[in-house]
């Protein structure tokens, strides 16, 4: 049975989860007591928060756990609904399960409350957290809340006031090309430490696209650096190292932003991309320290105005300018 990796290895226990050990210890310890606190996961993408919330339902609740634990994406409906359930014009309701009605249903073992698992929490906008937090207290005892999300500062403050806050950390390089390397083994796959590495470097700490990435690799048959490389796309890698030397070492803006239009209108990347990308170039890069830091922030900068919504088109050139100036600085 072909089955996608990401779901046959992640981990079914609190040990078997990689890194963030300070949170694995605070938890088993709850689940120790038999009993949890509400919950803040904040952290960035595959670095373990779902994971971790399943396993601990497992061994809190054993074989029951799926009766007792519920998973609710708050971002495909941002608003209200996911909290009180939706009724329609003529007031049936739409079949979604809401937080409400979950919360409403008795906890269906000895513990005595079931967890409400609520992913991108953080894009539930303010109103909707305010619903939350009412039922979180009309609930609170049969029912423990974690809140999943990217930031915790874009969840409100009487609902942060009332939950544990636990930071999930991107997983270190070293960590994860380990974490790789043994799964290609459990594989069968002939796979190198450079090619750990590789899945490693693209990844950002980010296991899932780790794991994702793997597999790609293990379809295709080629497991050299070369290729993990360009199956995850990062065939661009090239193109942005040489975005970096065109502004940095030759400081000659027309070519700079001609590299940039190629990578939006040939290669279809959005602003974002192009700015994490240049970040991660950079970083692998042996420019020197003072100007790499310099573009650092530029980068950092550019990240922010376009996350606030300016435009691609401009930011882009905003950094082209800035780093064509670090450039003639520091030469
Ligand atoms: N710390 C970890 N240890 C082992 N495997 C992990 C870890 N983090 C993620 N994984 C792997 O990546 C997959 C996705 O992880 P998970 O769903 O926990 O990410 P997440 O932090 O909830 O991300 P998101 O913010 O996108 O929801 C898991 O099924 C597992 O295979
Ligand atoms: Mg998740």
Known sequence: MNQIWIE??????????????????????????????????AGPAGTGKTTAAMAMAIELFGEAWKENFLELNASNNRG????????????????????????????????GFKIIFLDEADQLTPEAQAALRRTMEIY?????????????????PPIQSRCVVLRFRPIPDAELSEHVLEIAGNEGMKFSKES????????NG??????????????SGDYS?????????????????RVLIMALEHMDFKKTAELVDHLIIDKGLSGIDIVRGLHSALRRSGIEPLKKSEAIMAIADTEFRLVEGGSDKIQLDYLVSRLVRIGSQFN
Do not use: W
């Open 140 to 156: 609170s005892t049969t029912t423990r809340f974690i809140f999943s999300c990217n930031y915790s500062s874009q969840i409100i």
């Open 225 to 241: 650096p070369s290729k993990i490389y360009e199956i995850a796309g990062t065939a661009e890698v090239k193109e942005f190292d």
């Open 8 to 41: 046959k290895y992640r981990p079914a226990n609190l040990s078997g989860i990689i890194g963030q050990k300070g949170n694995v210890e605070k938890l088993k310890s709850f689940v120790k007591t038999g009993d949890l606190p509400h919950m803040i996961f």
């Open 196 to 203: 750990a590495d590789a899945v490693a470097d693209i990844s």
């Open 80 to 111: 209200i609904n996911v909290i009180r359930g939706h009724e329609d014009r003529d007031g049936r309701m739409d079949g979604m399960v809401s937080v409400k009605d979950y919360a409403r249903i008795m906890p269906s073992n000895p513990r």
């Open 206 to 219: 980010d296991m899932r696209s780790a794991i994702n990435l793997l597999q790609a690799a293990q379809y």
